[in-house]
């Protein structure tokens, strides 16, 4: 593999993204509601009008489900379906390089424009809380970014793969926020009902609500904050009865496999994938 091929065209999709409305629009909505957050979402934290580490990291959580995974689920929707659209998929290829490639270029440059969004996210009240002198719980605010943009890969793995299968970018698109919307609204309600509906037993709903990567991600946010799993109610004291002192390493092993497992599956798809 080259690594300049590889360079080349990840700066290209790099560019890309930073000029797609869509993208821009969520990334701006989350910098700009990260720092509102940070302002007004906690006044008793009281830091010149600001919310110290722990209290931000708190009232972060919740937007990071919601916009994070869309903003990786839709750049990744649109990697490959875009260019056969467009119909510079078929050139890219007719140049000096490999679909792998390629694939990996499209992958650098998609990840890259996603951690520079929540760099700004999360760097901008960061430092504003810093300098006001609420440095003191900045472990936990870093712990939850890390997880941010693990969850945000996640996202666009689960996109290239959408991406690498679908042929229209509509259906791709269209699939992509549904999935997200099976995610974030479906998934622990849909759980609940099956529940009751099936007799599952606990630790099956906690097998089958650990499929979910928004699930993975707010409980290692809570409990990289510091929270006991108790915190959580039942389902934490499952948790950690069956997981024991592993709750944290288990919940990030799992958004890796989000991270990875669709991507390879993705290549997978576009390396056999009929002439453009």
């Not at 650990?210 to 993975?216: F, G, I, K, R, S």
Request: with cysteine.
């Amino acid at each position: 593999m080259s690594v300049d091929a590889v360079s080349a065209v990840a700066t290209k999709e790099l560019r890309d993204a930073l000029r797609n409305r869509w993208f821009l629009m969520d990334a701006g909505a989350f910098v700009l509601l990260s720092f509102g957050l940070s302002y007004l979402g906690l006044a008793g934290g009281g830091l010149a009008g600001l919310a110290g580490f722990g209290r931000t990291s708190a009232a972060l959580i919740s937007l990071v489900l919601l916009i994070v995974p869309l903003m990786g689920l839709s750049v990744g929707a649109l990697s490959l379906t875009g260019e056969r659209e467009r119909g510079t998929l078929a050139t890219l290829l007719a140049q000096p390089i490999t679909r792998k490639e390629l694939f990996a270029g499209k992958w650098c440059g998609l990840a890259a424009a996603l951690a520079a969004a929540l760099a700004v996210g999360f760097g901008l009240p960061g430092l504003i809380i810093a300098a006001a002198g609420g440095g003191g719980q900045a472990g936990p605010y870093l712990a939850l970014a890390g997880l941010a943009f693990l969850l945000a890969l996640a996202g666009l793995a689960v996109g290239m793969l959408l991406s690498a299968f679908v042929q229209r970018t509509a259906a791709a698109v269209g699939l992509a926020v549904g999935l997200w919307l099976v995610f974030v609204f479906v998934g622990d309600l849909g759980l609940l009902g099956a529940g009751l509906a099936m007799q599952l037993q606990a630790g099956q709903l906690l097998t089958l609500a650990l499929v979910n990567p928004l699930t993975d991600f707010r409980v290692a946010a809570i409990l990289a904050a510091g929270a006991s799993p108790e915190t959580l109610g039942p389902a934490g004291l499952l948790l950690s009865r069956t997981l024991g002192g592993w709750n944290l390493p288990v919940l990030v092993g799992l958004l890796a496999l989000w991270s990875s497992l669709p991507l390879v599956a993705g290549y997978w798809i576009f390396a056999r994938e009929d002439a453009v």
